[in-house]
């Protein structure tokens, strides 16, 4: 079962444009992580934000969480060809907080 | 730093034949995962090692699927006899122990799995 719907399902931008991901959870969480994959490849780590953080940066990558609704997002800023890649949220839940739970992800296409 | 190492990449078997894949996590990682990727979806824990120690396998269907880490190092996961079904991508990740719910997962490049 997946806990995280990734909103939405694809995204088609033009280089430089900034690209924005929606994860929403359904339970409880010790916090929620961000990967990447590129095609054929496994998952790249991209972010790691707490349940008691709102706001978290890492170079061109914005995260923010509001726990009251359970979602989250990324954005990506100056996106570049490189970029794209299906990006995944996936959340640590509180009862079993070593188990990461992924959502279906986001296929993210940046235009040249 | 050498990253998480899995063979083959790419496995292509007739339905009823066992298949295994091998996995050879970070020097120093002693949690070793096994997920199961499906076309279009995230991946889904299957199993879960500290060191020897499978600590979390609730998600691996037994009937069929095994899976052992004897020197708490590289680990096989087998699948006798596959199924159509089985078809995916096998990925294998690992991570420090002792950093609890923080801790960052690595991922292999995967097995994908062709059953016909």
């Known amino acids: 079962s997946q806990q995280g719907e990734e909103d939405p399902q694809a995204l088609s931008i033009q280089e430089g444009e900034n690209a924005t991901m929606n994860c929403s959870y359904k339970?409880?969480?010790?916090?929620l992580q961000w990967y990447r994959q590129n095609s054929g490849r496994g998952l790249v780590h991209l972010i790691l934000?707490?349940?008691?953080?709102r706001e978290k940066h890492s170079g061109r990558l914005r995260v923010t969480l509001d726990t009251s609704k359970k979602s989250s997002s990324l954005l990506i800023t100056a996106s570049r060809a490189a970029d794209t890649a299906s990006y995944f949220c996936?959340?640590?839940?509180?009862?079993?907080?070593?188990?990461?739970?992924f959502g279906s992800g986001t296929r993210l296409l940046v235009r040249p | 730093e050498a990253g998480v190492v899995q063979s083959p990449r790419y496995k292509i078997i007739e339905k009823k034949q066992p298949v295994a894949f091998w996995c050879n996590p970070i020097?120093?990682?002693?949690?070793l995962y096994w997920y199961l990727q499906n076309l279009g979806q995230g991946p889904e824990l299957l199993i879960r090692?500290?060191?020897?120690?499978?600590?979390?396998d609730s998600q691996l269907p037994k009937d069929r699927f095994s899976a052992e880490r004897l020197k708490g190092v590289d680990s096989t996961l087998k699948i006798q006899p596959a199924e159509l079904g089985d078809s995916a991508v096998y990925l294998c990740?690992?991570?420090?122990?002792?950093?609890?719910?923080?801790?960052?997962?690595?991922f292999g490049p995967g097995t994908r799995l062709l059953v016909l």
């Open positions: 990740a690992s991570s420090k122990a002792g950093q609890g719910p923080q801790e960052t997962q690595y």
């Open positions: 020097s120093g990682h002693n949690t």
């Open positions: 339970t409880s969480i010790n916090n």
């Open positions: 090692y500290e060191n020897e120690e499978a600590v979390d």
């Open positions: 996936a959340t640590a839940r509180m009862d079993s907080s070593y188990k990461l739970i």
């Open positions: 934000i707490r349940s008691n953080e």
